[in-house]
């Protein structure tokens, strides 16, 4: 079964406005990360935030993660019509490094 | 200066055949990874070899084979290819001990 779930499905802001995407999941976990898709391409890493770390930033992005809750989000700042992609939220729970994803959030940014 | 990488990007070959995806990585690393991405986007392991031992084997029809034949390199084989095969696959790879995994830009598989 599939370890996380994103929300929204689907985002569609212009330039200039924040996006936020959350994502769930099930089990405890060692650490959440985000990856970006673009379009026919490969997953792009953004940002890791491990199970004992409440929020990291890293240039226009902001990551929280609530261990409680078992959820994190992903805030995009003063978007991009770039930052059009699909974002993927992925946990770890062992020590191999086995990836479990969500189903994405994709992301349109109008200029 | 890539730093994982897969080839074919694209395959389109029919019902039955066998086709191998090829995966190299110049990083260093010692962990690899095979991906499948589905036609919902939804990914999901596959494989994962550690210093050219399988540590990870999801349950994957027997007809998809992985073979890595040095710590750079993680091939897949899938014989008797289906229609269900079709898809995206993702070669990825990171050291043991770190979290950050590095991934290809994908082979689309067609089955025709």
């Known amino acids: 079964s599939q370890q996380g779930e994103e929300d929204p499905q689907a985002l569609s802001i212009q330039e200039g406005e924040n996006a936020t995407m959350n994502c769930s999941y099930k089990t405890s976990i060692n650490n959440l990360q985000w990856y970006r898709q673009n379009s026919g391409r490969g997953l792009v890493h953004l940002i890791l935030?491990?199970?004992?770390?409440r929020e990291k930033h890293s240039g226009r992005l902001r990551v929280t993660l609530d261990t409680s809750k078992k959820s994190s989000s992903l805030l995009i700042t003063a978007s991009r019509a770039a930052d059009t992609a699909s974002y993927f939220c992925a946990m770890t729970t062992d020590s191999w490094g086995k990836l479990q994803f969500g189903a994405g959030t994709q992301v349109v940014v109008t200029p | 200066d890539t730093a994982v990488s897969q080839t074919p990007k694209y395959l389109v070959t029919q019902m039955g055949n066998d086709k191998s995806i090829k995966c190299e990585q110049n990083l260093g690393h010692d962990t690899m990874y095979w991906y499948k991405q589905d036609s919902k986007k939804f990914l999901k392991i596959m494989f994962s070899y550690n210093n050219k031992e399988l540590i990870i084997n999801e349950t994957v029809p027997n007809r998809f084979s992985p073979k890595s034949p040095d710590k750079a390199h993680l091939n897949l084989h899938i014989n008797s290819l289906e229609l269900g095969d079709s898809a995206v696959y993702f070669c990825?790879?990171?050291?043991?001990?770190?979290?950050?995994?590095?991934f290809g830009e994908g082979s689309w598989l067609t089955v025709v």
């Open positions: 990825a790879s990171t050291r043991s001990g770190e979290d950050t995994i590095y």
């Open positions: 935030i491990r199970s004992n770390e």
